[in-house]
């Protein structure tokens, strides 16, 4: 049995590692260009941001390379978010403040904040970020030069994600491990099937005419990670999305703290990996992979497991450029990882809800 168990963990070890060391060398890294005749609007929704919106702002303006407008919606905030765009939109005419109406019925929040954006920009590209992103100046630019030379409707990366407490390192970098480690080609164009269809909601600029083609944010109305849902929109409907190398285009601190980032992901969870199909299969792959190992030792076999489980986990967080102090944590985050999918599952198999920012969005994700 024990042999038996062993081979399984080096099997569900070795897998991410082969597959995150194919996607990490074909994933582009897309290098500072200039692009003339182009406008790229940055959009930014926002509620209670007033801790990030001015160095997120600021960031966005500096972009080089291409001609930018940034618009920033305020969605309802209750701290002072939208004195602090309003006073630095005095200082720049690139920048516009927008409020949002009320949420209407079968939204969510952010979604119907990004429609309205899309609504409002003038940009033959639009650049949807999170207030909490850092855009370097090349970034714009880059963006959407590898859009237009390669005929790529939506261009998405993972921005560097900064850690600085126990909590985050025991949970951010789980991003970069699912999408590297277990999705096929991690979300490269050629995957065309919208199945293969990955994206980060922090980070994703769409063309123009496939965003309207597609529908926009309206089209996925009702969903949290809209990310996602519209790069498979897009797929959908004919067009090519693709991740790059975001780490190199962006910076986020998502959370300050292991509370917030439970709380975030639990939110999350019930469209990822949080199903009463898929979760069963998740807990095999990855406590099979990544946990199992430790609890074979001293068998030798289970030591190569646990050589490989190390090696995808500082693979990916060597090429995300994540700090390298969390790598020894590697099997306690895939067990919160797991902790806060099973929990999310269970709640809403009892019909729980789950807040975020005052608002709260049940497991079918109605507003």
């Known amino acids: 049995m024990t042999t038996l168990l062993i081979a399984v963990?080096?099997?569900?070890?070795?897998?991410?590692?082969?597959?995150?060391?194919v996607n990490l060398w074909h994933q582009p890294v897309l290098r500072d260009r200039a692009l003339d005749g182009s406008l790229v609007s940055v959009l930014i929704p926002a509620r209670d941001e007033a801790a990030n919106i001015?160095?997120?702002?600021?960031?966005?303006?500096?972009?080089?390379?291409?001609?930018?407008e940034v618009v920033v919606i305020d969605d309802g905030s209750r701290d002072g978010t939208a004195a602090i765009v309003e006073?630095?939109?005095?200082?720049?005419?690139?920048?516009?403040?927008?409020?949002?109406?009320?949420?209407?019925?079968?939204?969510?929040?952010?979604?119907?904040?990004?429609?309205?954006?899309?609504?409002?920009?003038?940009?033959?590209?639009?650049?949807?970020?999170?207030?909490?992103?850092?855009?370097?100046?090349?970034a714009a630019g880059a963006m959407a030069a590898h859009a237009q030379q390669h005929g790529i409707a939506l261009v998405t990366g993972v921005p560097r994600q900064e850690i600085g407490t126990l909590g985050e390192a025991l949970t951010v970098p789980v991003i970069n491990l699912l999408l590297q480690g277990y999705l096929p080609g991690g979300g490269r164009a050629f995957t065309a099937h919208p199945s293969l269809a990955a994206a980060c909601g922090q980070l994703i600029l769409i063309d123009r005419h496939a965003y309207t083609d597609a529908g926009g944010h309206a089209a996925v109305r009702g969903v949290l990670h809209d990310g996602l849902a519209l790069a498979r929109r897009l797929r959908t409907q004919g067009h090519r999305t693709e991740v790059v190398d975001g780490a190199t285009l962006a910076s986020c601190r998502m959370y300050r703290n292991f509370r917030e980032a439970w709380r975030g992901f639990l939110k999350n969870a019930r469209e990822g990996m949080a199903t009463p199909s898929g979760l069963p299969v998740w807990?095999?792959?990855l406590f099979g992979g990544h946990v199992l190992p430790w609890l074979l030792l001293p068998a030798?076999?289970?030591?190569?497991?646990?050589?490989?489980?190390?090696?995808?986990?500082?693979l990916v967080t060597w090429r995300g450029r994540?700090?390298?102090?969390?790598?020894?944590?590697?099997?306690?985050?895939?067990?919160?990882?797991?902790?806060?999918?099973?929990?999310?599952?269970?709640?809403?198999?009892?019909?729980?809800?789950?807040?975020?920012?005052?608002?709260?969005?049940?497991?079918?994700?109605?507003?």
């Open 9 to 21: 963990a080096l099997i569900l070890a070795l897998l991410p590692l082969l597959m995150a060391a």
């Open 300 to 314: 030798p076999g289970a030591a190569v497991a646990l050589v490989a489980s190390y090696a995808f986990r500082s």
């Open 87 to 138: 006073r630095l939109a005095a200082e720049d005419p690139r920048l516009r403040l927008l409020r949002a109406p009320p949420l209407p019925p079968g939204w969510t929040g952010k979604v119907h904040a990004c429609a309205r954006l899309g609504e409002a920009a003038r940009g033959t590209h639009l650049l949807f970020i999170d207030a909490d992103v850092r855009l370097l100046p090349h």
């Open 54 to 68: 001015e160095n997120c702002v600021r960031a966005a303006l500096a972009s080089t390379g291409v001609a930018v």
């Open 283 to 285: 807990t095999v792959l």
């Open 322 to 367: 994540e700090p390298s102090w969390t790598i020894p944590l590697h099997p306690a985050a895939i067990l919160v990882a797991l902790a806060i999918q099973w929990t999310a599952l269970i709640r809403a198999a009892m019909g729980r809800k789950e807040g975020w920012k005052g608002r709260a969005y049940s497991a079918s994700n109605e507003a």
